[in-house]
């Protein structure tokens, strides 16, 4: 595989051990892997296959063992200091003190962004997610899914051309899952946005990816990398559909046999 200049993030031979009292953990090993501008590419595997790890990697709160790591070109740090993602968690954490609209403007207003300018970035932000109206609640006095809506928010506002998400509606019920899936598709459509993305479902990687990552556990690896054939308009009956029913079991084959190296 060839370097792509145009990548977002490029990973080349990506390593990366934890060093623990009970000995390494091999979290990733040799991975390869590139990331185009707007594409949204999920990541899907097991529990402790090394997703999480691979998103902090890119957002420099891990760092490498081994290989190379750019993201936009730059190294991880370099890319953090540009602010050049946005991270969204598996939980909202949002401040409980902090109304809807203060926890958005948060990083503006670390940034050193004017008090109009957070202004006029959270309400742009708030639309985007359909939030509008919410602006002075307090996280508490919203839903799960509402929160998790304001943090995408959050990491939307200082509109960074990518967005890394960490399994970020694991924790919703399937209604509201499916709700949120269709609002972060279009919201994709409207910015075009680079999103990297965390998932346990399959269905839920096939239905947003342009690029599915199948990762296999100890040590982590990509054991297979989809390409969707799906069309950028996504209807939630796409899912019903053969040619996502195709993918979806492309998605397990690769799951079941990253599975058969684990002895
Ligand atoms: N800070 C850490 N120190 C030591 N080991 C860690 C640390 N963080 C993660 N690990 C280990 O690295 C491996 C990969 O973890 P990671 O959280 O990246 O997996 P994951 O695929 O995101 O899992 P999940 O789907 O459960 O969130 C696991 O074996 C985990 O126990």
């Excluded at 730059?74 to 939980?91: I, L």
């Excluded at 399937?174 to 479902?201: G, M, P």
């Excluded at 989809?226 to 397990?252: K, M, Q, W, Y």
Aim: charge should be negative.
């Amino acid at each position: 595989m060839t370097s792509s200049s145009s990548s977002v993030v490029s990973a080349r031979n990506l390593c990366l051990t934890y060093q623990t009292n009970d000995g390494p953990v091999h979290a990733l090993s040799n991975v390869d892997l590139d990331v185009g501008k707007g594409d949204f590419v999920s990541f899907i595997g097991p529990s402790g296959c090394g997703k999480t790890t691979f998103l902090r990697a890119i957002a420099d709160l891990e760092k490498k063992t081994s290989g190379d790591l750019t993201v936009n070109g730059m190294s991880p740090e370099d890319a953090r200091e540009k602010r050049s993602y946005g991270y969204v968690f598996q939980a909202p954490a949002l401040y409980p003190w902090r109304t809807i609209e203060k926890n958005i403007a948060l990083p503006l207003e670390i940034m050193g962004h004017s008090k109009d300018e957070q202004k006029r970035r959270v309400a742009q932000t708030l639309e985007l997610v359909n939030l509008n109206g919410f602006e002075h609640k307090y996280p508490w006095q919203l839903s799960g899914g509402m929160q998790q809506r304001a943090s995408i928010a959050r990491a939307l506002a200082f509109d960074a051309d990518l967005l890394l998400m960490d399994e970020p509606f694991g924790a919703l019920d399937e209604i509201v899952r499916d709700y949120l899936n269709e609002q972060l598709l279009k919201l994709w459509a409207r910015t075009n946005k680079t999103i990297c993305f965390v998932t346990h479902s399959i269905p839920e990687a096939v239905y947003l990816s342009t690029k599915i990552v199948v990762m296999s556990p100890r040590p982590g690896r990509v054991t297979d990398i989809i390409d969707s054939t799906l069309p950028a308009e996504r209807p939630l009956g796409i899912r019903e559909t053969p040619e996502f029913l195709e993918i979806a079991h492309r998605v397990r084959e690769g799951l079941r046999a990253g599975h058969s190296y684990e002895e």
